[in-house]
């Protein structure tokens, strides 16, 4: 059998743009619709949803409010409530202060090297400590100086102990001879030092104050400055 077409090219071309065309219309009006519907669904959700929602919520405010404004003293309630929910945040910035009493308690010497403190100031944003005091002479108030120098401040962390320097940029000022209330004379002076921060911090529950020239408080090692020592010269050969 012979199949002879009898539609040009042109004509066939034509058909298939338009039955492009038809399946593109048909396209872009059921996205269009689906857009609408979708417009519609939102719309009943903001103005209908929404408004029940809003309502309802409103409602349980009302409800709230008028049960608060039934609470006798109810600016009192809530001041007390809002300093106990500050207690915790109080608690960690908190300083223990009374351990510079166990400070004072270790690295003040003993008699015949005894130190009297008169005042102290304790600056904590500077984990400063000034102290103001008196002693016997010059070689108590060296004494003094190289006991806090070697005292140390030991914790416990993670289980095992740790220690650091309890005291750095030790420095002596205002030092004078004057009369004590009876009639004494005495050596009066002023020793500043820094301190670790963990030292009064409450986050460190507990410390322990050692000395680590423990046993030479009497001898030259802080009677007198180990600067003066030095090696003996060896003598040349004749």
Do not use: C, H, W
Not at 51 to 75: N, P
Not at 149 to 163: F, H, I, K, M, R
Request: glycine share 6%; hydrophobic share 45%; proline share 4%.
């Amino acid at each position: 059998m012979i199949e002879i077409n009898l539609i040009p090219d042109v004509k066939q071309e034509l058909l298939k743009a338009q039955g492009q065309r038809s399946r593109v219309i048909i396209i872009s009006l059921s996205a269009g619709f689906i857009a609408l519907g979708l417009v519609i669904l939102l719309a009943i959700y903001v103005f209908a949803v929404q408004g029940v929602r809003s309502a309802i919520a409103d409602g349980t405010i009302a409800r709230g409010s008028e049960q608060l404004s039934k609470v006798e003293d109810l600016s009192k309630v809530l001041t007390i409530q809002n300093q106990l929910g500050q207690i915790a945040v109080l608690n960690e910035d908190k300083k223990r202060d009374s351990r510079i009493f166990s400070v004072l308690d270790a690295v003040l010497p003993p008699p015949p090297n005894q130190v009297l403190v008169s005042s102290l100031a304790l600056d904590v944003e500077q984990t400063s400590l000034v102290l103001e005091g008196q002693t016997s002479s010059f070689d108590t108030l060296e004494i003094f100086k190289k006991t806090i120098a070697g005292a140390v401040v030991t914790y416990a962390e993670d289980g095992e102990e740790q220690s650091v320097n309890l005291a750095d940029s030790i420095s002596i000022g205002s030092v004078s001879f004057g009369d004590d209330a009876t009639g004494e004379r005495v050596l009066r002076f002023t020793l500043s030092f820094t301190y670790p921060e963990l030292l009064f911090s409450a986050n460190t529950p507990s410390i322990v104050i050692k000395l680590t020239n423990e046993g030479n408080v009497t001898d030259s090692f802080i009677g007198i400055p180990r600067s003066i020592f030095v090696t003996a010269a060896e003598r040349e050969q004749p």
